[in-house]
């Protein structure tokens, strides 16, 4: 039996490749043409180590030199004792071409659907022939058709065949004009995928998950993976927009409270309306702080530069050291 891997780097590059049963997985990196740094082979360097960020496990040897206590804890491995149980992914702290490693694939899609599913958003919908590997919350960059233009959007699905993203629609931009002027069914786009080191990690303790607009996307891919193969820990989705009119997705958010047991979630506007009967102002003003401070957590953000800034300023300021922040930070184009 095979299992499938992902080994993810420092510039955000991530490759899959199948390990077969008990077989080391640096044997089965340089087998398919992955080239980790290595030295000892015995477990006593430390030269090939990396961190799992999901996924089952074993080591047969690994000198005390090499790692410490705290590092086992932290679920640091060497690859070169290191076998896996199960589909799992690596992160490796150095940047993909030490190993000369291929580049993200280049695939063909089709647009399959495009549907505007609020003021000012718009989800793409496309078919591949074959599934695409990625980690959810990482990215795709896609050429927009009759440009020479690319933009760069999160999937907002977990990995198949077929792909969704949320795209914001700008009132002059090259990807937003395509979508409102031209975009047709079983149009061509060329992805390159996948990028970024924003994806969800192994989930031992509660998840915080922050979105700033069209960053749903990034953690829609999450919520889909949690639902799919279940979580036994609590998820509490933040989401801010502007105005209720930019609020998308609210029926397939509700859905995840019947398949993630512990699932909340909270919507905040900047600027509502003022008949608006929910939450305003910042998200750091709707943190659950009592929540937060009582439990360790994982807390993923994915919205624009001030939001991130400032959630991070904000956890300084409470001191909850027990938060471990994972963040993409995007910045949209204005053409």
């Not at 089709?110 to 990625?134: G, K, N, Y």
């Not at 820990?233 to 998308?248: I, K, N, S, T």
Request: hydrophobic letters at 35%; proline letters at 5%.
């Amino acid at each position: 039996m095979n299992h499938k891997v992902a080994f993810s780097f420092a510039d955000g590059k991530t490759l899959f490749f199948p390990v077969s049963a008990n077989e080391i997985l640096l044997d089965a990196a340089l087998r398919n043409g992955i080239k980790i740094p290595l030295d000892c082979r015995e477990g006593v360097c430390g030269t090939c180590q990396g961190r799992c960020e999901s996924g089952d496990y074993s080591q047969d040897y690994v000198d005390d030199e090499a790692l410490s206590s705290l590092d086992l804890q932290q679920r640091k491995m060497l690859s070169c004792q290191t076998r896996v149980q199960s589909d799992a992914a690596f992160y490796f702290d150095f940047d993909s071409s030490l190993c000369n490693a291929p580049g993200p694939v280049q695939v063909s899609a089709r647009v399959c659907e495009v549907q505007q599913v609020s003021a000012s958003t718009a989800i793409l919908s496309v078919q591949l022939e074959q599934a695409l590997d990625f980690l959810p919350g990482q990215y795709a960059r896609l050429s927009i058709p009759g440009t020479d233009s690319q933009r760069s959007y999160s999937f907002a699905n977990r990995p198949g065949n077929r792909l969704q993203f949320l795209i914001r629609l700008l009132p002059d931009g090259v990807m937003s004009n395509y979508i409102r002027e031209r975009c047709q069914v079983g149009d061509e786009l060329r992805l390159e995928a996948p990028l970024g080191a924003f994806y969800l990690r192994h989930v031992t303790q509660p998840l915080v998950l922050v979105a700033g607009g069209t960053g749903l996307s990034a953690l829609l891919g999450m919520l889909d993976e949690l639902a799919e193969r279940g979580c036994e820990q609590p998820v509490h989705l933040y989401y801010g927009v502007r105005g209720a009119e930019d609020l998308c997705e609210a029926e397939r958010i509700k859905a995840y409270a019947r398949s993630i047991p512990g699932f909340r979630y909270t919507e905040v506007l900047s600027d509502p309306a003022p008949q608006w009967p929910g939450k305003r102002g910042y998200l750091t003003e709707h943190f659950d702080l009592a929540e937060l401070r009582d439990k360790s957590a994982d807390m993923y953000v994915c919205g624009p530069p001030p939001m991130v800034e400032s959630i991070k300023n904000w956890l300084q300021e409470q001191a909850l050291d027990g938060v471990q922040l994972y963040y993409e930070k995007f910045t949209e184009s204005n053409i």
